[in-house]
């Protein structure tokens, strides 16, 4: 299946393929199917019932019933209505802008909520597509029983659905729960985030209008990366490129160094004939089981300026002043901050390596080390040769899943330096990734559309690397033959 | 001239790995103390009681690293102390989180495990799709969803509910295990080594996928129900932006614990001499964690190891 | 990816069902049991013919009158209520009061209006952007209006008003009052020395710590300096918003920040900033941590009321001192080329005076409109802010609180820290001016437009890279300060940096 879209000249015919069929089959099924098939174009569940299988006729009517319903009585939520009205609020356009007010009575007016315009627009086009899904299968199950009656089966009954339910179609059982789930609480918010993208939703700009409203605004926002206009224009443009260069040097030295951190630190732990191995493992995963809020925040304070560690330091006479190690202060030296949060998330991240790779380490061939050894090698050609390789070509994967997390890597830096040293006059500061600053602009300044922005962007590029290499990969490949 | 020789190398080449191996250890030695250092150094803080000459608290931070006197003054306030007008405030919060993990725990660990079985064991259409869909959607940085997920609690009233705050702990709850069953891949990767022969000749005995399920894959998948119980477990204990967007500033008295320990750091108090109290609740919070952790250890890591492999 | 989109719809089909009624329940149910959901034939009435939402407050009386107060005085006013309701049966309402991060609530606020409480407390700065983003109702009750015009200040009269539809209403109803004052440790300062900068830097020098710091590093603490007054007759030549009038739908009225002695306190500042024993911006780490007594890093700190604990556990309660904002001499070198000012003319440090006020919220429902203001009233009224003085530390905000405030303490209510801290911030309330925050817009326009941080850039002596228009070069000679502070004003009165320079900067002083 999956071979066959990738060959070019087919591209194309693919795609539409699949919709093609979808209008050849409804035009068949109609021209081929029973009275109550075709009533089912127009009323859910009709073919069921005219198959005498009641409850799942009444299933398909309920199901267009609420739907309709829920389309033409518009229930709102805080004055913002769902259903057909909630569609035509999708373009923001005739808004109301409130405050109209009435002394005596103390009745106000509140205007227009966009945000929740878009965000119920699209749920309600979300009920919509379940709509139309739903009248297809309706059609389908209908059309499916002409079948079976025509070769002289008896239609599928409700118990039998259901029992298939829980074998051929284990799948959809399984799965249902997800999809809603996913569908209302991570797709359509994304999808809402996405949109915002495209509006005028900046709290300060909305504030110096004195409105609470704001319209669709097409690819401004993302004109000001480079044109640096709007509120926060300035601060996009002007501070884009360096947090995201220093995103990707953030993610290359933290991949890298607790990789190789973690490597060493196993095979140190897993030498033969060291005792005390468990002691040792149990130390370093205490730091994982341990909050990121706990343990970093310890770590802050703990190289505060007033902390126990500069306290040290001036004690034995390094140095006269603390030093700003996290960047806390606007003229703490930012490369300092840079480098110690790379070293602090040594200290994060190394554990998790070690683990992994402690049982890869274990599952080397012994005889790989034995022909080594009988070639007279030495045990740092060994560990070049053998054991470095080894390794590196099982954990791929999860080199590139963890370069991917330290791009979104939002604690470590939030809890550390939250981004500092400061930048006076923007956001970002000295270490903010782009994540960070992504909160900061959106949690922090309520400027959801530059947000939304940032938010792409980090999109953008980490999809891109992992689509890059995860195609490549061989667990993407080589899946099925795997199996 | 071979015999006499073979001793002595041998002996030189134990030698060496003695010194190897004390060198080993010197190294993990040290690395173990760094590691531990900031651990050490907040529970020392729990337990510091030092105060001013004339009798005031000192609850900040201070550059001893080990305390002048020691005491449970700390653990005495938390537990009663009233935080943004609640009582007994962190009890509140550690019984809220402990309620808000174990649902996760469940929801999450069924969730992800069936859509891990279905993703590895059962073959249908659309499958490749809702794989890589599941990939795209969690690259989206998390929190920005976070407002409209509030907003869409919030519409079907299980968030900002004045009549019934409590309603926002459910809220919370669907946040968090809503999105689990996308997070499938490692646990798929798991199935995937349960060998296909199994199943295959379960359903020429007519076993139906469900019993299947039930019967074999189950049964089998012990560790990794371990690992996804004891991550959905632990999240609930570690996020301290979601639940407080989600739950709302002013509903103080559902709180989770970690957004009640971060506040106390980072809010505006007419008192912010409340570090030593965080530190205290730090390890009250951390005991329980830590200590499932460590029994759990072993599943742990088969499910970080299986992670990564499979990626 | 056109599978995936049918792989999504094709598993939604199940979805359906529940997706059905998940659409639906907000309708059914809501309109039995919560407030904050209309049903859905209500609306569907209400806006026949429109396609938008707009749509009058329609939340449900629910017979609870919610009440968001401080962190700190939440048992107080819950108490302070529940008496209320008790000695008040026809109050017909009951009243739950909970406590709030007062940092971070107008944030909450406008984030949610709908999910805020009936009625807020907010420092008066926020009711421009409150009232411009309708979060906020205004206050119509007579009785209630008179008390809030008899009881307070004038400077509070000015700044808790806003228009509504081009009337001035009464938007605020202040009830505590709040300034900054000066902290220091008086194991290392003498009450002579915190009387000046130079005192203070004379103490710092003998110990090797710097003089003096402020809790933050935002325009808030930073008004000391941009505040600052001619000790001799309470002089200065800076003027923000003056004369705006939010009814004529905010006008900036008049602003100026080049006069002569702006300058002046600012090259004064600087050369302060640079010294080894000078001033110290706020650190991350915690203003507490700098005064702390076993770290020494500074000898005084600059901070609110809000900071009275923290730095009493910073030095311990018989080290703390509290005095006003000290005074500071011009120097010959700061004076250097201005007319306006004189070496040896001395300056006391200046603050915003902020009152915190009630407000109500503009998503309440209308039936509660009375009861609401009856409580204000009540929680506004002088003997209730008197009582959260005693249990809360809270400085009344009505006019003559000073001698309720010494009557307790010779009463012997309240310890000499105490008092001092609240004698100190009535008497600092005369050197400040309160934020004259009259609209949302003026409001941002102070806050967030960058002014505050061009003039740190000016105490820094550091250039400062605004936009791509026009950059700051240098902000240390007599022309780089005169462009930085021609940029603020143009910040205060715009919202946005100037395009250019003018060539011949005018001098208004």
Redesign the interface.
């Known amino acids: 299946m999956g071979s066959k879209?990738k060959k070019g000249p087919n591209k194309v015919a693919n795609?539409f393929s699949?919709?093609g069929k979808f209008f050849w089959n409804l035009r068949r099924m109609f021209l081929g199917g029973s009275a109550g098939t075709k009533l089912s174009y127009l009323i859910f569940g009709a073919g069921n019932f005219y198959h005498k299988r009641y409850i799942k006729g009444a299933?398909f009517l309920?199901?267009q019933v609420?739907?309709l319903?829920?389309m033409i009585?518009?229930?709102?939520?805080?004055?913002?209505?769902?259903?057909y009205?909630a569609l035509?609020?999708l373009g923001l356009?005739?808004?109301?802008?409130?405050?109209?007010?009435?002394?005596?009575?103390?009745?106000?007016?509140?205007?227009?909520?966009c945000k929740?315009?878009i965000l119920f627009g699209f749920?309600t086009i979300?009920?919509i597509?379940?709509?139309f899904?739903?009248w297809y299968?309706n059609i389908q199950s209908s059309y499916k029983a002409d079948m079976d009656k025509k070769i002289g089966k008896k239609p599928t009954t409700i118990i039998e659905d259901l029992q298939a339910l829980l074998d051929q179609k284990f799948h959809?059982t399984m799965?249902?729960p997800t999809?809603?789930a996913a569908?209302?609480f991570t797709?359509l918010p994304t999808i809402f985030m996405i949109a915002l993208a495209f509006t005028t939703y900046n709290?300060?700009d909305?504030?110096?209008?004195?409105?609470?409203l704001f319209h669709w605004n097409g690819i401004e926002n993302f004109k000001a990366v480079f044109t640096?206009e709007g509120s926060l224009g300035?601060e996009i443009?002007?501070r884009f490129l360096p947090v995201l260069s220093w995103t990707f040097i953030w993610a290359i030295f933290a991949t890298l160094s607790c990789y190789f951190g973690g490597i060493i630190l196993a095979l140190l732990i897993n030498k033969k004939g060291l005792k005390g191995k468990k002691i040792f493992r149990t130390v370093f995963i205490m730091t994982i089981a341990i909050p990121q809020f706990i343990s970093l925040l310890a770590v802050r304070n703990l190289l505060?300026?007033?902390?126990p560690f500069n306290a040290m330091l001036m004690n034995l006479g390094w140095t006269s002043q603390p030093i700003g190690f996290l960047g806390?202060?606007?003229?703490d030296s930012e490369i300092l901050a840079k480098v110690m949060v790379i070293i602090v998330n040594m200290w994060v991240g190394i554990p998790y390596t070690m683990l992994m790779t402690s049982g890869i380490l274990m599952n080397i061939p012994a005889d790989l080390y034995e022909a080594a050894r009988v070639d007279g090698a030495s045990t740092t050609k060994m560990f070049f040769k053998i054991t470095l390789p080894y390794v590196i070509f099982i954990t791929t994967p999860y080199l590139i899943s963890s370069f991917v997390g330290n791009i979104n890597s939002f604690n470590t830096i939030y809890l550390l330096t939250?981004g500092?040293p400061t930048h006076?006059?923007y956001q970002a500061g000295g270490t903010d990734l782009l994540v960070t600053w992504l909160y900061k602009v959106t949690i922090d300044?309520?400027s959801y559309n530059t947000g939304a922005v940032i938010g792409i962007f980090t999109f953008l590029i980490t999809a891109t690397i992992t689509l890059i290499t995860y195609r490549r990969s061989k667990a993407y490949n080589e899946e099925d033959t795997f199996q | 001239m071979s015999n006499i020789l073979q001793p002595k190398k041998v002996k030189s080449q134990s030698r060496n790995r003695r010194i190897s191996l004390g060198v080993t250890y010197a190294i993990l030695g040290v690395m173990s103390i760094i590691w531990l250092i900031p651990l050490i150094w907040i529970v020392l803080s729990a337990f510091r009681c030092e105060y001013?000459?004339?009798?005031?608290?000192?609850?900040?931070?201070?550059?001893n690293f080990f305390p002048r006197q020691f005491g449970l003054e700390n653990f005495t306030k938390l537990f009663s102390g009233?935080?943004?007008?609640?009582d007994n405030a962190f009890l509140k919060w550690m019984l809220n989180t402990l309620i808000i993990a174990v649902i996760d725990c469940l929801i999450s660990t069924f969730l992800v495990l069936s859509v891990a079985y279905c993703m590895s064991k059962l073959k249908f259409?659309?499958r490749?799709?809702?794989m890589?869909?599941a990939m795209?959607i969690g690259l989206f940085p998390g929190f920005m969803s976070m407002i409209a997920i509030?907003?869409l609690l919030?519409?079907?009233?299980l968030?900002?509910?004045?009549?019934?705050p409590e309603y926002s702990v459910i809220g919370l709850v669907l946040a968090y295990s809503a999105g689990a069953g996308l997070g499938f891949q490692i646990a798929k990767g798991f199935f995937d080594v349960i060998p296909n022969a199994l199943v295959e000749s379960a359903k020429l005995d007519g076993c139906t996928n469900f019993k299947i399920f039930r019967r074999i894959i189950l049964p089998l998948a012990k560790p990794i129900i371990i690992y996804q119980a004891l991550m959905s477990f632990t999240g609930p204990w570690m996020d301290f932006i979601f639940a407080k967007v989600i739950i709302?500033?002013?509903n103080?008295r559902f709180w989770t614990v970690s957004v009640g320990l971060y506040?106390m750091l980072f809010?505006?108090?007419?008192?912010?001499?409340l570090f030593t109290q965080f530190a205290a609740g730090c390890v009250i919070v951390a005991i329980p964690i830590v200590t499932l952790f460590m029994f759990l250890q072993k599943y742990y890591v088969e499910g970080v190891t299986a992670g990564a492999v499979k990626g | 990816m056109?599978?995936?989109i049918?792989?999504?719809?094709?598993?939604?089909?199940?979805?359906?069902?529940?997706?059905?009624?998940?659409?639906?329940?907000?309708?059914?149910?809501?309109s039995s049991?919560?407030?904050?959901?209309?049903?859905?034939?209500?609306?569907?009435s209400s806006?026949s013919g429109?396609?938008?939402?707009?749509?009058?407050?329609?939340a449900n009386d629910?017979g609870?009158i919610?009440v968001?107060v401080?962190?700190?005085s939440?048992?107080f006013y819950?108490k302070a209520c529940d008496e209320y309701v008790a000695s008040h049966p026809e109050f017909g309402y009951k009243i739950e009061?909970?406590?709030?991060?007062?940092?971070?609530?107008a944030?909450?606020i406008?984030?949610?209006?709908?999910?805020?409480?009936d009625i807020y407390t907010v420092a008066h700065d926020n009711i421009g952007?409150l009232a411009?983003?309708?979060c906020a109702?205004?206050i119509?009750d007579q009785a209630l209006v008179d008390q809030v015009l008899a009881d307070n200040p004038e400077s509070f009269q000015k700044v808790i008003y806003s228009n509504?539809?081009d009337v001035k209403?009464l938007y605020g109803v202040p009830y505590i009052s709040q300034a900054l004052v000066l902290y220091y440790n008086k194991a290392y300062v003498t009450e002579e020395q915190a009387k000046s900068f130079e005192g203070l830097q004379e103490a710092a020098k003998a110990v090797g710590a710097k003089a003096i710091t402020v809790t933050g590093?935002d325009g808030f603490n930073m008004s000391f300096a941009l505040l600052a007054s001619n000790a001799a007759d309470h002089s200065t030549t800076v003027k923000i918003y003056e004369g705006a009038d939010p009814v004529a739908g905010?006008s900036k009225g008049e602003s100026f920040c080049q006069g002569d002695d702006t300058i002046a306190i600012y090259r004064w500042l600087q050369s302060f900033a640079a010294d080894p024993n000078g001033f110290k911006?706020a650190?991350?780490?915690?203003w507490?941590?700098?005064f702390?007594?076993?770290?020494l890093?500074v000898m005084a700190v600059i901070g609110g009321a809000?900071?009275?604990?923290?730095a009493?556990?910073?030095?311990?309660?018989?080290?703390l001192g509290i005095a006003l904002i000290p005074t500071f001499t011009l120097t010959a070198e700061a004076c250097e080329g201005l007319a306006g000012v004189k070496a040896g003319d001395v300056y006391r440090g200046g603050t915003f005076a902020d009152c915190k006020c009630f407000m109500i919220n503009?998503?309440s429902a209308?039936?509660?409109?009375?009861k609401e203001q009856e409580l204000i009233m009540y929680l506004s009224s002088k003997e209730v802010q008197n009582q959260s003085y005693l249990e809360c530390m809270n400085v009344p905000a009505y006019v003559g609180a000073a001698t309720f405030i010494k009557q307790c303490f010779d009463e012997g209510k309240v310890t000499e820290g105490q008092y001092n801290l609240a004698a100190m911030q009535v008497s600092m309330a005369e050197w400040g001016i309160p934020q004259p925050f009259l609209?949302?817009?003026l409001?941002?326009?102070y806050y967030?437009k960058?002014a505050p941080?061009?003039l740190?850039?000016i105490v820094?002596k550091?250039a400062?890279?605004?936009?791509?228009d026009i950059i700051l070069q240098e902000t240390e000679s007599l022309a780089g300060i005169r462009k930085a502070l021609y940029m603020v004003e143009y910040l205060w009165m715009h919202?946005v940096n100037p395009k250019e320079f003018p060539a011949n900067l005018p001098d208004k002083a």
């Not at chain 3, 702390?292 to 770290?295: A, F, G, Q, S």
């Open positions: 879209a795609f699949p919709i299933i309920l199901l609420g739907i319903l829920f009585l518009c229930p709102s939520v805080n004055g913002t209505p769902y259903g009205k035509l609020n356009g005739n808004l109301e802008e409130g405050g109209q007010f009435n002394p005596a009575t103390g009745e106000f007016s509140t205007g227009s909520d929740l315009m749920v979300a009920a597509v379940i709509y899904i739903i299968k959809i799965l249902t999809c809603i569908l209302v797709v709290s300060q909305m504030n110096n209008l004195g409105t609470n640096g300035v443009k002007n505060g300026q007033y902390g806390l202060n606007t003229s939250g500092g006076v006059g300044q309520g | 001013q000459p004339d009798g005031t608290f000192i609850g900040t931070v201070t550059s009233t935080y943004y007008g609640v259409r659309l490749k799709p809702f890589n869909m795209i509030y907003f919030k519409s079907i009233g968030t900002g509910n004045p009549q019934h709302g500033a002013d103080a506040s809010g505006t108090h007419p008192d912010t001499n | 056109k599978k995936l049918v792989c999504l719809l094709a598993l939604l089909m199940v979805v359906s069902v529940f997706a059905g009624c998940t659409g639906d329940t907000p309708a059914a149910p809501s049991s919560t407030d904050t959901t209309n049903s859905g034939s209500n609306s569907g806006n429109k396609s938008n939402s707009g749509s009058a407050t329609k629910d609870l919610r968001w401080g962190e700190e939440a048992s819950q009061v909970k406590g709030m991060d007062t940092g971070s609530v944030g909450t406008t984030n949610d209006p709908t999910a805020a409480a952007k411009a983003t309708q109702k205004p119509t509504l539809n209403y590093d905010g911006w650190s991350s780490d915690g507490e941590a700098d702390n007594k076993d770290n890093g809000w900071h009275f604990n923290s009493k556990a910073a030095v311990g309660e018989t080290n503009a998503n209308a039936t509660k409109y009375a609209t949302g817009t409001n941002t326009y967030s960058n941080a061009v740190r850039a820094d550091t400062y890279p605004t936009t791509g919202g």
